[in-house]
DNA sequence: GTCTATACCTTGATAGAC
DNA sequence: GTCTATCAAGGTATAGAC
């Protein structure tokens, strides 16, 4: 458990207290083992180590708690991604990055990640929250439709369909955060590399009549990934 | 809604009364847009047009009914794929039955698949049920990972590590139940050839120097599998 | 086999003292 | 900023009539 200060949100500079900070974590391990629903605010008190009414202090109720780390999360990889993919023309060095840059991301912040990616469906539709974090999310997939459609345009990809293809390649990105843990079967880096020649191999990426594979890119490297506050740091298995 | 009598359940051979079946439809529907935890009886009852007090007619509990909808999906599973592959040794062939046949399933019961995939959690990881359902989807990965494993012995697939392989594969399959509509982009066959296709290009499948694509293999047709009980008919968008 | 009625527990959230 | 104490609402499940 982290017990840093001056941590800084991800869209701005309000400092985050600690005790801030020790809710986020337990709500953040809590929602990603069990589920939003799940989760009884007793439960993220408890684990957090004060009472039900300190958490009301620092959030609104339990929906704002959900919204607030998914936003996090959210708005830092859509930040991370555009940031990396400035003045990147070619389509195989995009989804490289964007491949790469995703799967660093669930494995930094696995469970806040995994939150973000299942708990949507626990928000009201019609609340503001909702529409912001839909559109943040279509956001940052339109970033890998552009690529994929250009790739194909351009003849460096080859596949049947691009929403299919985008959400295949999505899903097998973001589904690291259900059973990655570090000290695994392989490094992070690595594990970036490995999905990366997958995607890069399944859109059949080739220049000219080579195939082009991860070696042949620049990657996201996951050391440069920050954990959001309150992610938990994970032990080596 | 089905009203057909005369179903029989995936693993024997007894009937299942109209009620029943309409309990099973509310709470696969609702297991599957809410999730087990946000779901309640009063919702299930509701949605079926009974109260509460008569689901506990059918079911013991509310778990036990989860239970009983994730086994039979995965029983039928499990059954189709092992029969798909007697006597079939080309890993490449193995390998696109595999896919083609959880992409099927993922189409035509999306609902339950979906609830399978997700809901796991909601079980206490201790009772009887929780050992049994992680049995059976080992017994299904372990199929995966032979086919994996002999293909790159083979020298018909190339990847660099097979558990992140395989989960990532699994994971690209599996994720349809989440996206996937009747009346989309391509019809359920043309899903099932697509990512086929993908899986062969991501394991970089070839024979001698030719790269192996989804129309050289024989795929499991969608239109052969059948919906489990209470799995909703969806209608064409 | 389904109903009405209800028991009993846990839930998210708040009031007000310190 | 955190606590104790508490509330109203909703949760699962059951008893017993029909």
Known sequence: MSTATNLSRAAGDAAVSDTEVRIRTAAIVL????????????????AAGITTAAIY?????KEELLVDIIRVGQQALNERTARSLEGVERPEQRLAL???GLVATHGINRMS?????????????DAPAYRELVQLRD????????????????????FAAERSTRLGLLTMCTGISRWYRPGGELDLASLCAHFTDLGLAAVRARRGRRPVRAAAVTLVDPATVPRIPGEPEEEAA
């Open 31 to 46: 929602f990603a083992e069990r589920g939003y629903a799940a989760t009884g605010i007793r439960d993220i008190a408890g």
């Open 57 to 61: 202090h620092h959030f609104a109720n």
């Open 139 to 158: 956001d940052y997939e339109a970033l890998w439709s552009r690529t994929l459609r250009d790739g194909a345009s351009e003849g460096v990809f080859e």
């Open 98 to 100: 964007l491949i790469s």
């Open 113 to 125: 990640a995994l939150v973000g990616d299942t708990e949507l469906r626990a928000l009201t539709p």
